[in-house]
């Protein structure tokens, strides 16, 4: 966003280990905390108004948020990962600052309120209009959290279906989500950022996607007329919210527009008093970072499908579920496979070359794989990732992070390759059987001191998936993965 300056950008002051005034057997609270002391010296608040709330800063330094510069108000734009705002829990994007130490900001204009905000003493107390509780009010319901919120559910390809992330409506734009009828291409705004007025174009899927996947994609269920409008990717940044989804609604014919966020929240962009807002006619939502940049690379590769349903609509409950692998064939029970029935599920691949699928068992450590995470396939190097003593880490851990790392059996403890695979930023480890003769999987230990410093989920596969290894590198074509435990494939229910 441009022209957007942080708000109490002053240099931060470290406090020292120091005694509380007030007892002396108790540590100065930490900065950004509602302090007794504090709002002795603030004095009395005013009264609060409608949806209004108040936080106290106690410490001088940034306080972590961004307001927006060409907005008639003072709307928050940006709430700081890590920083004070953020530690109060309560000031959001959309919220409006109306008052600091009991001085009004309600008409000055931008320069005034960052000059009176710069002048007030320590420590502040800052008055903010909440946005989500406003618009529930105009609505005529109490805010239950739940105002703009809902889901983006994958739909095509078949091994991705139902892979699925919490979204949030904008405040401009079409005020319901696409529903639970409307699947729609998605589709890569070119440039990502959305900023080229009247010049966004859409990235074509290349090497072997293309053409080939979109006659595919919209012949599905016997379509007819025009192609669908997409509903287009864009990034974070660059532009004022308002402006970028114009863009690319007016230059590219979307049916809705996806804003990847910077970090793995979701919040109801702000539109202002921007003539742009007024120009939306389409629903914009913002996703969570991880599960987007997924969705941005998945579609370089082909024209996937997706839907964006309200968390009020009858099929929200399917975004909760993995109801679309009812058709998994469970294992025969025996005693070859009675393990993976019990304590394993199936992994689905989809790469543009095909799908498969893969039996797995379940690790005797690490957290149960959750079936809306999916990721690139990236085989480990070394591939039994094992690391000599001093060594800087697996050589290409910049690959794995984000994604699931692939490792071979062998040559060092299953612990060692998770431990290797989990601190290069790995979200799940698939631990391939390298013994042909040994085709029973097993459910992978480790000593009893180390079972709660794993925080990914772990599986084992057989040694048939060295030819899903052989694919990869020969083609080229990234494959991307998701983990099904048998219980989700039947339909049980598991929320976000």
């Not at 739909?155 to 009828?181: K, S």
């Not at 996607?209 to 997409?230: H, I, Q, S």
């Not at 532009?239 to 996806?258: I, L, R, T």
Request: negative net charge; charged residues 20%.
């Amino acid at each position: 966003i441009s022209a957007v300056p942080r708000v109490g950008d002053s240099a931060a002051v470290p406090h020292p280990k120091r005694k509380n005034p007030h007892n002396p057997l108790k540590p100065p609270p930490e900065r950004g905390t509602l302090a007794s002391f504090a709002l002795e010296s603030l004095g009395e608040p005013e009264p609060l108004g409608d949806n209004e709330y108040d936080v106290v800063f106690t410490e001088k330094g940034p306080m972590g948020f961004q307001i927006d510069a060409n907005a008639a108000t003072l709307i928050v734009t940006e709430v700081e990962a890590g920083g004070m705002a953020a530690a109060t829990g309560k000031i959001a994007s959309g919220d409006t600052l109306v008052a600091i130490n009991n001085e009004r900001l309600d008409g000055k204009d931008f320069g005034e309120a960052v000059g009176v905000i710069g002048a007030a003493d320590w420590p502040r107390r800052l008055r903010f209009v909440s946005a989500k509780a406003a618009a529930a009010a105009s609505a005529g319901e109490e805010d239950d959290g739940s105002a703009g919120r809902g889901f983006l559910e994958v739909t095509w390809p078949e091994a991705l279906a139902g892979l699925a992330t919490p979204v949030e409506l904008a405040e401009f734009g079409a005020t319901e989500m696409l529903g639970c009828d409307v699947d729609v291409p998605l589709a890569v705004s070119d440039p990502l950022d959305g900023c080229a007025e009247n010049a966004i174009t859409l990235v074509e899927p290349g090497d072997g996607g293309g053409d080939a996947f979109v006659a595919l994609n919209l012949a599905r269920e016997a379509r007819t007329g025009p192609p669908d409008a997409p509903l287009i990717i864009t990034l974070r940044g660059t532009c004022p919210f308002p402006d970028k989804v114009h863009n690319v609604e007016a230059s590219a014919g979307a049916s809705g527009v996806v804003v990847i966020n910077k970090d793995d929240t979701t919040f109801r962009m702000p539109g202002g008093s921007m003539p742009s807002a007024g120009m939306v006619t389409v629903p914009a939502v913002t996703l969570p970072k991880s599960f987007g940049m997924l969705l941005h690379e998945i579609s370089l590769q082909t024209v996937p499908r997706a839907r964006i349903i309200s968390a009020n609509d009858e099929c929200a409950g399917d975004g909760n579920t993995v109801e679309s692998f009812a058709f998994l064939p469970l294992p025969p029970d025996d005693s070859g496979t009675k393990l993976q029935r019990e304590h394993g599920g199936m992994m689905f691949m989809w790469s543009n070359l095909g799908e498969a699928t893969q039996g797995f068992v379940l690790a005797m450590f690490g957290p149960e794989p959750n079936a809306h995470i999916a990721g690139k396939l990236i085989f480990a190097k070394p591939f039994q990732a094992c690391l000599a003593e001093g060594s800087a880490g697996l050589e290409n851990a910049g690959q794995i992070r984000g994604n699931f790392a692939v490792v071979q059996r062998g040559a060092c403890p299953f612990f060692e390759k998770v431990k290797h695979a989990q601190s290069s930023g790995a979200i799940a480890v698939i631990i391939v059987n390298s013994e042909p003769e040994d085709e029973k999987l097993m459910m992978v230990p480790a000593p009893p001191e180390m079972l709660k410093s794993f925080s990914v989920p772990t599986v084992m596969v057989s040694s048939t998936f060295e030819e899903i290894e052989i694919m990869e590198r020969r083609s080229h074509h990234p494959i991307f993965a998701r983990l099904v435990l048998y219980d989700e494939a039947i339909g049980a229910k598991r929320g976000f």
